[in-house]
């Protein structure tokens, strides 16, 4: 029997001078488990005169997780934290009661050729830390588990499997690994996985369930514990899930939370610039990304 629920394409969308694929959230699958927003970016190749410059943004009820394969992202935001992410390391930056940050090219390379590619994940918080203290962490390459199981290379790059712990902060039951293999060779993790699951393929392809699966699909599980496949030389996956919560999640822009209200007022905030609610990008004080106007029905 098909362990396969749902496939997912990736959906082209503007972030401003940037175009991303969009995965998550889906008309037919709102989250899995506690991840409720993922954006695949590029692979693009910038000019001198091309650079990543999302300005300064809010966020609610959430944690959010930069995870890049090429080029690097200079992170700003209302804490004071000002940090170059690089490929492999983690920006993980948990919202709480309201953020603001920044994303841009860093300034050693605005005039000159680049690349960026990689992954910005959303992960719902928990109830009890919706209006927690926003903070941020970043961890380097190096600090993340990562091992060959007879081929295959994993890295464990949030959350816990496979009787392993990422050093990433998180806040609830949840996993997001990456699987590389340069051959053929079968997958069986199921009993390592729990919740809900999702497989992403960035690049190659997979046999499941009698059936070939290319990049930039999504394959949401049935069941976690019978998560089995094969892949294809020279292929990418990512997988991603855990216990989802029992309230219902609410996403409006950059805002998530289990209480529409708190969403209504958040928009308000930022709205009217309210200082209290949403300080100052420390460093990247001029610019801000305003609400988007509602869509015309």
């Not at 989250?31 to 999302?54: R, W, Y």
């Not at 959430?62 to 992410?85: C, M, P, V």
Request: aromatic fraction near 10%; proline fraction near 6%; hydrophobic fraction near 35%.
């Amino acid at each position: 029997m098909s362990n396969t629920q749902l496939i997912i394409e990736e959906r082209a969308a503007d972030i401003g001078n940037f175009m991303v694929g969009r995965l998550l959230p889906f008309r037919q699958k709102r989250n899995v488990g506690p991840f409720s927003f993922i954006d695949h970016m590029g692979p693009a190749e910038m000019n001198k005169d091309t650079n990543l410059d999302v300005a300064p943004h809010p966020h609610i009820g959430l944690s959010t997780l930069t995870y890049l394969f090429e080029g690097s992202i200079q992170h700003k935001d209302s804490l004071g934290s000002d940090i170059e992410i690089k490929p492999g390391a983690v920006n993980w930056m948990t919202a709480g009661k309201g953020v603001v940050h920044s994303e841009r090219t860093p300034e050693y390379l605005r005039n000159k050729e680049k690349s960026l590619h990689g992954l910005q994940i959303w992960v719902a918080l928990p109830k009890n830390l919706e209006q927690s203290e926003p903070r941020f962490s970043h961890i380097e390459e190096k600090d993340i588990p990562h091992w060959n199981e007879q081929g295959p290379q994993f890295k464990l790059i949030a959350g816990k499997a496979f009787d392993k712990e990422s050093p990433v902060p998180v806040h609830s039951e949840l996993y997001f690994i990456e699987i590389k293999s340069d051959h053929k060779q079968q997958i069986n993790i199921g009993e390592d996985l729990y919740g809900e699951s999702a497989l992403y393929i960035l690049e190659g392809s997979i046999n499941a369930d009698g059936h070939n699966y290319g990049n930039k699909q999504i394959l949401v599980a049935k069941d976690s514990t019978l998560c089995s496949f094969e892949m294809e030389p020279n292929t990418t996956i990512y997988i991603f899930g855990g216990t989802p919560f029992d309230e219902e999640r609410y996403i409006h822009w950059n805002f998530v939370n289990s209480d529409k209200e708190v969403i209504e007022k958040a928009k308000k905030d930022w709205e009217n610039q309210n200082l209290e609610a949403f300080p100052k990008v420390v460093g990247d004080e001029e610019e801000y990304v305003p609400l988007p106007k509602p869509r015309i029905r």
